[in-house]
């Protein structure tokens, strides 16, 4: 059974940082292409980050992009996402989630195993 476990949410003030683990069991790692998806309160679920099935790229939503970095430890079956300069509008549940197709990096649909999500909310 495939397992994946989010860790490092939390409660921070706007501009400071955050390092979300994400820990996968039950299937290679090196089996699975990774992101992260968030959801706010009232509304839907939307793409975060994520990585090409060869792991060479990354994608990340507009609104993220240059504050927050997503990568991954094969070693460790884990996933990463270190997130900086945070803002009140980051505030969600955050959830990592695997895929084992080759396409679709931002597509919820794609990924077949997901974590049950950790809380992050940036006070302003």
């Known amino acids: 059974q495939v397992q994946l476990v989010e860790s490092g949410g939390g409660l921070v003030q706007a501009g400071g940082s955050l390092r979300l683990s994400c820990t996968v069991s039950g299937r290679p790692f090196s089996s699975v292409a990774m992101a992260w998806f968030r959801q706010a309160p009232g509304k839907e679920r939307e793409f975060v980050a994520g990585e090409s099935w060869s792991g060479i790229s990354t994608n990340y939503a507009k609104s993220v992009r240059a504050r927050f970095t997503m990568s991954r430890d094969n070693a460790k079956s884990t996933s990463y996402l270190q997130m900086n300069s945070l803002k009140p509008e980051d505030t969600a549940v955050y959830y990592c989630?695997?895929?084992?197709?080759?396409?679709?990096?931002?597509?919820?649909?794609?990924?077949?195993?997901w974590g049950r999500g950790t809380q992050v909310t940036v006070s302003s």
């Open positions: 989630a695997a895929r084992i197709s080759q396409q679709g990096i931002s597509n919820a649909a794609l990924y077949g195993y």
